[in-house]
Structure formats: structure tokens, C-alpha cells
């Protein structure tokens, strides 16, 4: 869209025209002076916001040039340009604060209704944290409504006496401090647990400065009391010491008295939790779009990007456009903590969603949209700032002569992108690459810039773009849209499963060694349309050819969702009945994979090679 105004003369001719044409069908009372529009309105939505009809701004922005349909999405500057041909003044007004996602919303009060509080678990190592968690969920749902099937989803309602209390099921501080460090504030009372025959303890006393600081109200849970070593009187002192005194000695803070093993005094625990519940009046609009925070988030390997979120405000209902953190999807399918499908979810549920296009991190911010262009939108608003922001933090880097610009005093930074396939690995080959060094009293150092789980999407390689960075997947396969999207950019990919590879490659690289002598090759990719199986021989994969091409006997790399499952090679390749060579794309083939059976339809299997590359 051009940038250029029209002069003051020709806006006004033009807009005299253009209105003697409309007031003959317009209705005349109403003359827009001033609007307001958000950002990216489409051309129909401004139409009505201006009371012009769409032909009239399509015919306009035509003759300044701009070709544009009734749901092109608008510019500010043409958003301008439109309203000044008109005399009107637009203001731009933000529906959501897309930088911070913050809730900018102000509910009326008379909406807000009650909501279960959100209790977190914390505590000394060994001092009963999962126990007590795990005893309050099994003895507080139907029998058979858990057994083997449930799975964790981090989070989990139960009731009690016809209340409801919903328990962030990750203990650990550290993910309380990284939730809070992400702006996440979703906790309204910490449970510090505290083993009665052990006292407190250096976690016990970081759990206790954690909420206060989160300004939380606290429970002290003294556990174990089935134990004869016990000394309540120790844990009371002990903890008045700490600023948290005891009712019983004068103070404000419940101190509950459990065994996490027999289960008792857990229902006054719980009892209390909902006592100190009380006191908060904990209220939620929930005739709004949602509004929340992630609390976990992983790729599965079936089903691609798993969000566990808790819902703070409104109604989460399936199908809902939303924006997580920089990612941005529909709401597809939504399970409650006992994998129960859920229509909609209200506030202080915590629920399982998939549709995201990539995994969020826990502790972003989430919320719900009407329209899935405005999600998109936001979405994109947050990348690009994410982008920015990435970008100021690193320099530039050219990667063909990584030694050569180390040599020369360059560069400072090797920035980074690393995509892993579970949260675990991506952090070991995060420390592994920063400690590479490259000697030599050089001061070059291994920056990682953006270290997430899940597939390479096109993000990654825009930041990489505008960050001169390298790409490693570890465990993890582009697809070949992105490979090419890749190739384009000039961005590097390389693949990992290996940690001292990659920590390998990454000091010859620095060194100026770096040429491997092998160099892979992809020679395309299948995906697996049927499969048979044949007692003796195995697995057959019923494949088409969609990239490139298969291989006979080459190294192969199943993906399921962009993540390898297994690498091996090939054991056979056939056409019909007959041994083929090579299979090309647009055409069918059978492989079998050498000591593999577990292949699944929708697998993709990449065949690849190696191929001498010169020395440098
Ligand atoms: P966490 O590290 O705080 O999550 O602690 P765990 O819940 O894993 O418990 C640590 C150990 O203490 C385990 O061996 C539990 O079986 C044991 N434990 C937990 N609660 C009780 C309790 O109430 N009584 C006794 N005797 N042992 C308990």
C-alpha cells in the first residue's frame, strides 16, 4: 500500500464527488464525523463504520491505485487516507492490548460471579508435595473416573462438600517463578508443606518468601504426622521465626495438620482452603471471551501442540479463535483434567486444548478471540514484536565463514535458533552449545536466542533471517515447505540426535574445521498411506512419494508430526512387486524399515544419503 497522501486539493474534489453521488442513497441524517476502527479493519467493516457502502471505498482506493475486495484487511495509513477523502477523523483504538495481551477489559461488576480458588503446592524436597496432591485427587473423584487412563495435564479440579478447588498439579518453585516471571499470575492461596519430623528446610523457606511475594495468601500443611518422630511445636517455632506465625500462637496463619499417606486431616485441609477462599472473594466474569494463562504445554507426537490452560476470565468454548503467547489457533478439541471432552470451560478450570499452531511456554498469556483474523492478527503483532525484540538482543552473524568472521573480529555472537522435541533436551543442548568455546583467548561465544519445543515454523526462520542465526533441530525434521522456505532465506538448518554432535559441529565450525567430509543429503519424502503386515517380513508401509525422491537401502528418518520417532534405514523399497532403485515423487511405493515395525498411517519417512563435500 503506498504511503503517499493525496494533496489537500484533489482530496477535496474527489471528496465533493464522491458525496453528491451518495447522498441519493444514503440515508442523510446520519453524517459520520469521527470513528474509531482496530487495527486491520476490513474494507466491510469500515464501510459500516463510515456509512459508505463498500463499492464506494473499493472504487475509491481503485482509483488511487490500490486493488482491494470487500474482506481485504486495511492498513492504518489507508484507514487514513479513506477518512480524510471523506473528512472524517479516525481514531484508532486497540480491542486488545496485543503487545502484552493483558486484560484491558473492564467487567461491570454486577457480571462477576463466584469462582473455585487456584491452589499451588510447595515445599522441601521429599517433604510430601506430590503425595498430598495425589491423595486429594484420588480421594476426592468417583471411583473409575481416574485409573490408568487419565493423564496429567498439569492441573486439576476436585470438589469438596459441593465446592469446587482447583490445584495446580506442578510442584516445583520453579515453575511458580517462571509463571510469575511470565506475568502469569494465576495462584490465589499457596499450600507450603512441611514434613513434621523434618521442619523447615531452605525450599520451605524460598515456598514461604515465594508467596508473600506473590502476595498469596498462605496455608502451612505439616505432613507426616502419621510419623512417631513428629514435633509440631518445633515446626510452629520455627516457622513464626520465618514471619508466618500460627493461629494457635497468636498469629493469622492455618496451620493444617495432614498424613499425605493416610489421608488424614486432608479434608481439613481442604476445609481451610476454602475458608481462606472465602476472605478473598474470588470473582469472574464469565459471559466474556477467556482470558488466562498456560500452564504447560508440550508437542505430542500424535496430536501435535498440547496446551494445558486455566481459564481466569469468561468462557473458553471449542471451536474459540484464540492467541497463546506468540502462537495463535482454534480451539479444536478441549478435555477436562480427567480427559473428558468439553464444550466450554469456565472460570478457574484448568483444560487441555489442541489447535495451536506451535507450543506456547508456560506462564504466557492467553485469549480468546471472535474472529479468527483478529487472532491472527494479534498473533502476528506479537511475533514481529518478539522478532524486534530477539533481534536488538543479537548481532549479526554470516554463517558460510563463521571462522573466517571470528578470525576477522566480526562477529561476537553465534546466534542460535534450537528447536527440540521435548522441553528436557532443548535445555541440554542449550547448556552443551554455550559452553562450547573456540580458544584461542577469542572471546566468541554461543548465543541462543530462542530455544522451544516443537517443529521449525516459519517464525523460526524469520527471526533467523533477521538475525543471522543458525538453525538446530534436535530430534526434530522440517517439513519440506520448510526446508525450502529455508533454502530461500538462505537460513542454515542443521539436525541433531546426537548432543556432542552438535556441540561438535559447533566447535569445528568456530574453528574453521568445520567441512565435514560427509555431507547429508535428503533425497525426498513418503508419506505412509496404508499398512500391511506380514508375519516374517514385517511392516510394510503402503507409501506415496510427495517430495523428491525414496531411495533403495538409504537412511531413513519416520516422522510423526515433525518429530523423529526413528532413524534407521531402509530394509526394502518396492514398486508393485518389483525391487525398485528409486521411487519418484506422485508415485506409490512400499518400504520396509530394517528392525522397525511401529510405523503409523500419516507417518512421513524422509530417505537420505551422504555425499563427499571438499575440505576447506
Ligand atoms: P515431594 O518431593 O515433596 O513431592 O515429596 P513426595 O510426595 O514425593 O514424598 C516424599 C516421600 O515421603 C515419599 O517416599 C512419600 O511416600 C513419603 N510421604 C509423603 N507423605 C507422607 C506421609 O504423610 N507420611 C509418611 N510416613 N510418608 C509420607
Redesign the pocket.
Known sequence: MSKRKPTRNNRNNKGRGKKQSQDTFKPKDIVVKEFDYTEGVSVKDLSELINKSPADIIKLLFMMGTMVTINTSLDDDTVELIAMEYDMTPTKVEAVDALTLEDTIEDDPAMLQERPPIVTIM?H????????LDTIRNAKVVDGEFGGITQHIGAYQIEHNGRKITFLDT?GHEAFTAMRARGASVTDIVVV?VAADDGVMPQTREAVDHAKAAGAPLIVAI??I??PEQNIDRIYSEFTDLGVTPEEWGGETVFAKI????GEGIDDLLETILVATELEELRANPNRLAFGSVIEAKLDKSRGPVATLLIQKGTLRQGDPVVVGTTYGRVRKMVDSRGRELQEAVPSMPVEIIGLNEVPIAGDLFRAFKEEKESRAVAQKRNNARIEKDRNQSSALSLDDLSDQIESGDIKDINVILKADVQGSAEAVKAALERVEVGDGKEVAVKVIRSTVGGITESDIMLASASNAIIIGFNIRPTAAIRKKADDEGIEIRLYNIIYKAVEDMEHAMKGMLAPVFKEVIHGQAEVRELYHVSKVGTIAGCMVTDGKMVKESGIRLMRDGVVVYEGRMATLKRFQNEAKEVAAGYECGITIENFNDIKMGDVIESYGEVEVEQR
Not at 524436597?125 to 498430598?132: A, E, F, N
Not at 498424613?259 to 493416610?262: E, G, Q, V, W
Open positions: 515445599g524436597v521429599d517433604h510430601g508435595k506430590t503425595t498430598t510442584p508443606v505432613n507426616k502419621d510419623k498424613s499425605a499417606k493416610t
